[in-house]
């Protein structure tokens, strides 16, 4: 039990389009996913913590207009880069926690961001 | 503010040895829980093990174990029989905060060799 799906596992866009990575709780509800980015050799980077049912609350230095995130339901969050650029190629990652549970957190499989 | 220190960058071990991946943390908080993940190149984190602050024993999940020591505000992670599937990056987390997150350290890479 408790997989998170991600979608896609990797995409290639060009500079200036948006894209939609979804995030999926496959087997649990989950109240909470969080949005994680990583650039090569280094470590997970909290971009923004998603409620279902509520704004995102985004980490200093993220741009809310650029990484827009939608919780809409309890097994499901979306990450959308606008307006994507070169600098934006990144591993993202989304893990999801347990609606009632206590510690526990669990991650997808990442999507990797290349844009051109 | 919560911190989590990894200091070794990356290491080498031989297989069916044991290796030490070391993980300091700072916290003001009473309870909070330490994790350890690995990543493989394909990129996904898989959760290894975990010891709540309050935890008197130290945690142990079949190869891995981890050496709690509160007071030195040190959570290593042991392990044992190294085998070459263990290759990957390993990172320290600590957590959760009241918003639920987690604070990851810098990650340490292994490379098992034969």
């Known amino acids: 039990g408790a997989v998170v799906s991600q979608h896609p596992s990797w995409v290639i866009c060009k500079s200036g389009t948006s894209v939609k990575i979804e995030c999926r709780s496959l087997d649990f509800q989950a109240t909470t996913m969080f949005w994680y980015r990583q650039f090569p050799k280094q470590s997970l980077m909290l971009m923004a913590t998603?409620?279902?049912?509520?704004?995102?609350?985004?980490e200093q230095g993220v741009e809310k207009d650029k990484f827009l995130i939608n919780h809409a339901s309890l097994t499901l969050s979306t990450l959308t880069v606008t307006s994507a650029h070169p600098e934006d190629s990144s591993f993202y990652i989304c893990s999801a926690r347990v609606q009632g549970g206590t510690y526990e957190q669990y991650f997808g499989p990442g999507t990797r961001l290349t844009v051109t | 503010a919560q911190k989590i220190t990894q200091t070794q960058p990356g290491m080498f071990v031989q297989e069916k040895e044991a290796v030490t991946l070391d993980c300091t943390y700072d916290t003001s908080d009473q309870s909070y829980g330490l994790f350890w993940y690995k990543q493989p190149s394909s990129g996904e984190m898989i959760f290894l093990i975990y010891q709540g602050s309050y935890d008197e024993q130290n945690a142990t999940e079949g190869r891995y174990s981890l050496n709690f020591q509160k007071a030195r505000k040190s959570a290593n992670l042991v392990i044992s029989a190294s085998q070459l599937g263990d290759s990957a990056m390993y990172f320290c987390?600590?957590?959760?905060?009241?918003?639920?997150?987690?604070?990851f350290g810098a990650g340490t890479q292994v490379v098992v060799t034969p």
């Open positions: 987390a600590m957590g959760p905060d009241s918003w639920g997150k987690l604070q």
């Open positions: 998603s409620n279902e049912g509520s704004k995102a609350t985004y």
